[in-house]
């Protein structure tokens, strides 16, 4: 695979490609011209599950909120290593509930020579609904460099 400035070059058309995995996927740029990294995609299942949209939100607007901050590093680890980044991650939510997913980050470049970390994340059961993100915390319980 073609690899610029450290990471794989994507030369595919990203949205038809992914398609039916869209509403568990996210993806974050990073402009070459040092402008704050912003979501550039967030699944309509990761809205239900958060309860908002962080598509257009820059990644340190978004990582904000408590439920945020201990995950917002990761895309910026994926970007920076130009390798792949697996998380089991734990969300403690009201009333005790625990929801786990898996989360891999794939780092690679695009020809208008911005970084994208897309994300893809696999939920282990049925979310629930009706709680605040603000209430949510996040922790991630196992993470992996891929090579």
Do not use: N
């Amino acid at each position: 695979m073609p690899r610029e400035g450290g990471l794989p070059l994507w030369a595919g058309d990203l949205v038809f490609d992914l398609k039916p995995w869209l509403s568990h996927l996210l993806m974050v740029r990073f402009a070459r011209d040092g402008l704050d990294a912003r979501y550039t995609l967030y699944g309509s299942a990761l809205v239900e599950f958060t309860g908002c949209d962080l598509t257009g939100r820059g990644l340190r607007d978004a990582s904000k909120s408590p439920g945020f901050t201990i995950t917002a590093a990761s895309y910026i680890t994926a970007r920076d290593s130009g390798r792949p980044y697996w998380s089991r991650v734990r969300v403690d939510l009201p009333g005790g509930e625990k929801i786990r997913y898996d989360r891999l980050l794939l780092p690679f470049c695009c020809a208008d020579g911005d970084a994208r970390v897309l994300g893809a994340i696999r939920f282990d059961e049925r979310l629930p609904r009706f709680w605040e993100v603000d209430d949510m915390r996040l922790s991630i319980e196992q993470e992996a460099l891929l090579t």
